[in-house]
């Protein structure tokens, strides 16, 4: 029996250190009509592309989307952020996602203008709890599309892509803090670096594997 005690207590730990929730809500959540025309639209004859450069973006988060502000280290919701003061977490995160674009519209230049669309599915970045203790991962999922300016036909697919960052946790978290490398510095330079890379080539970045915590977040 203490044997029995001490396994449940140590697989209960396990499973309350990681920060995701079991499902994404914003399944059935779209983008406006236009966007939508434009991803349904793609040119099967673009194979090879030269590069591109971002010239417009446009970042749904949809409401559909559930926020949690629970302050547990594996709170239920697509939304989870902590980066900003409280407040339209919805808003935040868009704002993310579009500095994010800026960054990778400032260092990549091509001569194909897009327009990136882009819609997040999650955003599960770590709570106070978790982040001054057991750390964890970032669970960032979005769907994505560019558009050729010239002709509004997309030039690949819908590509959901998974964006997942290690998320510091304990003291490591504080001395980033205190460096100036906050969550939402981390998560901005990782998404321009997605981004970067499927401006290069759609469809050519590949989650990173984390471990234990990204494991528990597929649960």
Request: glycine share 8%; aromatic share 6%; proline share 4%.
């Amino acid at each position: 029996m203490k044997i029995f005690k001490i396994m449940t207590a140590v697989g209960l730990g396990l499973f309350v250190s990681a920060c995701a929730s079991t499902d994404i809500a914003s399944r059935n959540a779209t983008i406006d009509n236009t966007s939508s025309e434009m991803m349904l639209r793609a040119d099967p004859a673009q194979q090879a592309l030269p590069a591109m450069q971002i010239v417009q973006m446009n970042v749904v988060v949809p409401q559909s989307l559930r926020v949690s502000e629970a302050n547990r280290y594996y709170p239920s919701g697509d939304i989870v952020w902590r980066g900003d003061p409280i407040g339209n977490r919805h808003a935040q995160v868009k704002e993310i996602f579009e500095a994010a674009l800026k960054k990778t519209a400032q260092a990549e230049t091509g001569s194909i203008p897009v327009q990136m669309n882009v819609e997040v599915l999650r955003f599960h970045a770590l709570t106070e709890k978790a982040r001054y203790t057991t750390g964890g991962v970032h669970s960032i999922t979005f769907r994505v599309v560019p558009v050729d300016m010239r002709t509004g036909l997309a030039l690949a697919e819908p590509r959901i892509v998974k964006a997942d960052l290690d998320g510091f946790g304990g003291q490591q978290a504080i001395e980033a803090d205190r460096a100036g490398n906050t969550q939402k510095m981390r998560i901005t330079n990782h998404l321009a670096e997605v981004f970067r890379q499927e401006l290069v080539k759609p469809g050519g970045y590949e989650n990173a594997r984390l471990g234990m915590f990204q494991a528990l977040n597929k649960l």
